[in-house]
């Protein structure tokens, strides 16, 4: 039985990647998980459908003159031959652990550029071409494995890829996309049967809480 995605990104957030007004990364996100979620495909179709008519009701003003012009140009251009559409290339999995894991499509040609895979412990993060604004990478969790509890210094954006996580919120699986700020304090960790594969993207490093994990906190250039 397939999983029930329970997890979205709030409607504000659909609107915004319909309109473009996202940063690129963040759409990275939202797009991903639209990949994997047939019920926000079906709400971002609804939401670009009513932007394109809104846009079609508001008046354009173009002078007879300039339109002429462009249509002269136009018509003037050499008729050339029709390309042949090329054969899109087979999308490759991602391998970390001696496990493949396939993408969803908004990722795919991100995710052949990412870095080297670094390791702590059973965790292990691979950064991805990014902007300015925010650290995007592949986080590999194995199994049975708990990521210290932590705080946000900024926007955590996770979205689990394949496998399963568990905090103290809840259990988030192929496709649930969650969304802590520096109010959010959780411990996420793996089961014992099953690990996981998210996309990360973060606005600020994260912050370790308790005991000696505390003293990770400096190595946050390692994974930030």
């Known amino acids: 039985m397939a999983h029930a995605i329970k997890y979205h990104p709030g409607m504000s957030l659909l609107e915004q990647y319909a309109e473009g007004t996202l940063t690129a990364d963040v ?3 939202v797009a991903a998980h639209i990949d994997l979620c047939p019920h ?3 709400l971002s179709h609804d939401i670009t459908v009513d932007l394109a008519a809104q ?22 251009q050499p008729q050339q031959a029709k390309p042949r559409p090329a054969m899109p290339a087979a999308p490759q999995p991602i391998v970390v652990n001696q496990r493949e894991f396939l993408l969803p499509r908004a990722l795919q040609r991100l995710a052949a550029n990412h ?7 059973g965790i292990a993060t691979a950064k991805l071409p990014a ?11 194995s199994k049975d494995t708990e990521v210290p509890q932590h705080t946000h210094l900024g926007l955590e954006m996770t979205l689990v890829l394949a496998g399963k996580i568990v905090d103290e919120n809840g259990e988030y699986c192929a496709g649930d996309l969650l969304i802590n700020s520096p109010d959010d304090t959780h411990t996420p ?18 912050q370790f809480k308790k005991g000696l994990t505390r003293l990770l906190n400096p190595l946050q250039q390692f994974f930030y």
Do not use: F, N
């Open 55 to 76: 846009l079609e009701k508001q008046p354009v003003k173009t002078g007879t003159d300039d339109w002429s012009d462009m249509l002269a140009a136009i018509t003037a």
């Open 115 to 121: 870095g080297k895979w670094l390791h702590l412990g």
């Open 189 to 206: 960790r793996t089961l014992a049967d099953e690990d996981c594969l998210c996309l990360s993207v973060l606005s600020a490093p994260l």
């Open 27 to 29: 759409a990275l996100a």
């Open 40 to 42: 926000c495909q079906r």
């Open 131 to 141: 902007g300015a604004e925010h650290h995007v990478s592949l986080l590999y969790i």
